[in-house]
């Protein structure tokens, strides 16, 4: 029989840079569960990121016990550490602070194929290119 579920909670975190002080503890406290032992968990299965922000859909049961997914980094974030920038343009259709060549936009698809919504790796650079334009940034595509 599954364990009765208390509620979800989607953070984003630093890879393996999780520690119980905020916004991280404040947000699990109220459920009653170890933020110490989450912070731990949530560090050895992604220290490889070096601080990468990682979604997490952490799962809270009745009993306090927990379990969590990580998903794949924010898009935007992806292209950020590709093109070496600190922030997209304030007025993307004017200002322009990088450009992604093709190649560039199929190493941030195999990245996030897992969590787009197609299969399709075309379709799948299209929806890279989307967030690059809103970002100020120009593709090859």
């Known amino acids: 029989m599954a364990k009765p579920i208390k509620t979800r909670i989607k953070i984003t975190i630093p890879a393996g840079q999780a520690t119980p002080a905020p916004p991280i503890g404040p947000t699990l406290a109220p459920y009653g569960i170890s933020t ?5 968990q949530f560090n050895e299965k992604t220290r490889e990121g070096g601080g990468i922000l990682t979604p997490v859909v952490l ?32 007025r993307p259709n004017l200002e322009k602070v990088g450009k992604l060549t093709k190649e560039q936009i199929k190493k941030i698809v195999e990245v996030k194929m897992p969590d787009l919504n ?21 593709t090859e595509i």
């Open 59 to 90: 799962t809270i049961y009745d009993d306090r016990s927990f379990d969590f997914i990580t998903k794949t980094p924010p898009t935007s974030e992806l292209i950020r550490r590709e093109l070496k920038i600190k922030k997209g343009s304030a």
């Open 36 to 40: 110490q032992e989450f912070c731990a």
């Open 118 to 138: 197609t299969s399709d790796p075309d379709q799948a650079a299209k929806i890279v290119a989307g967030t690059a334009k809103q970002m100020g940034i120009d």
